[in-house]
């Protein structure tokens, strides 16, 4: 069964680190790879995605995801964490539906 | 500028009262979703819909269904609410496995 996983499910950084959320997939394929963010009393809001080419695909935000077929991961990475940044982000694959992660809450202490 | 628009964003219901929830398109996407999310619990899919009058269960369909008679509409309709269908509903639509979201809607079944 096509499955995602975000072991974290909440994280906390300082302003100005360095962030990487986890992401894994399970399917025999590649599929779709997404990373939607969802602030406070909001919807998910795309903050970028994967179809295929370079494994390492630039978002909104500063924010960056790199694919690894090998690990079935789809890891989201931010150079420097903004306390704006704070939000629950969540891993998303496609195939012929969506799946969700549970999510991961970000928490930027200032 | 593209969007899903739904209403209302709050609502509060009795218990055994009927519940209309209601969702808009202006991107012409033929696939649909309303998702439902829980504290704790991330998005749980309740029902998609890939065109006019070709809707399917999700993962937690019962209690609900659904209507859709015209491409950029997508009713969620709740007989007799139950209190454990207090949460926040989300409507979706997608494109090519990137799936844009409404606000959501605050129920509340008291």
């Known amino acids: 069964a096509q499955s995602v996983t975000q072991p974290d499910a909440r994280v906390t950084v300082s302003e100005g680190a360095s962030l990487q959320l986890r992401c894994k997939y399970s399917y025999s394929a590649t599929p779709y790879l997404f990373w939607y963010v969802q602030y406070p009393r909001q919807g998910l809001q795309l903050l970028l995605k994967?179809?295929?080419?370079?494994?390492v695909v630039q978002g909104v935000n500063g924010f960056e995801a790199e694919f690894s077929k090998s690990n079935s991961s789809f890891h989201l990475r931010k150079a420097s964490v903004h306390w704006s940044d704070s939000a629950v982000y969540f891993c998303a694959v496609s195939y012929n539906r969506i799946f969700f992660g549970d999510g991961t809450q970000l928490v930027v202490k200032p | 500028d593209m969007k899903v628009t739904q209403m209302p964003r709050y609502l509060i219901k009795r218990m055994g009262e009927n519940v209309l929830l209601e969702c808009g398109q202006d991107m012409s996407h033929e696939t649909m979703y309303w998702y439902r999310q829980d504290p704790g619990l991330g998005l749980q899919l309740i029902y998609i819909s890939y065109d006019v009058d070709s809707n399917s269960e999700g993962d937690i369909p019962k209690g609900y269904r659904v209507s859709r008679k015209k491409r950029e509409h997508f009713s969620l309709i709740l007989d007799s609410a139950k209190t454990n269908q207090t949460s926040v509903y989300f409507c979706?639509?997608?494109?090519?496995?990137?799936?844009?979201f409404g606000k959501g809607t605050r129920l509340t079944v008291v």
């Open positions: 979706a639509s997608s494109l090519s496995g990137e799936v844009f």
């Open positions: 994967y179809y295929s080419g370079d494994p």
